[in-house]
């Protein structure tokens, strides 16, 4: 597994936490590098705080992309790989888009249910392709 996909994996599972625990984000992403005895990457705090930076906004572009599905009513788990790729999209502008949407796909098929790979692809790739929602794309900064 690439370091890339690893870091998506660790914010996935960051992300995961504040959900279900209600944790503010920057004890979340010290909990989790403390409980693996190294600090969380430079990656993988980036997509944790611009998600939770950007997440109204990330939903609402989600609800105008998911038939018949509101935010609320999703896994945990399929909510948050959802978010993960929408502000990657957004905000990572060295990342190929389709790179980022098979990336996701891939996390779906390990970490979601038997549909989730599809509805992430379904989604991400329709929000995508809606270059007026990603126009907020920054750099990621050099580290």
């Avoid at 870091?7 to 010290?30: F, K, M, N, P, W």
């Avoid at 888009?97 to 970490?111: C, G, H, L, P, Q």
């Amino acid at each position: 597994m690439g370091r890339r996909r690893k870091s998506r994996e660790e914010a996935l599972q960051i992300l995961y936490s504040i959900d279900i625990s209600g944790t503010v984000v920057h004890r979340a992403v010290e909990d989790y590098g403390e409980a693996r005895g190294e600090p969380v990457d430079a990656f993988t705090e980036y997509l944790v705080y611009e998600t939770v930076r950007q997440r109204d906004e990330i939903d609402q572009i989600l609800e105008e992309y998911m038939t018949h599905w509101h935010v609320d009513r999703l896994s945990v788990i399929d909510r948050n790989i959802l978010r993960l790729g929408i502000a990657e999209i957004m905000c990572c502008d060295d990342v190929p888009t389709k790179v980022t949407i098979n990336e996701y796909i891939e996390i779906a098929k390990k970490y979601g249910g038997p549909d989730s790979a599809g509805f992430v692809n379904g989604v991400i790739d329709k929000a995508a392709q809606d270059r007026e929602h990603i126009s907020t794309r920054k750099r990621l900064p050099e580290h």
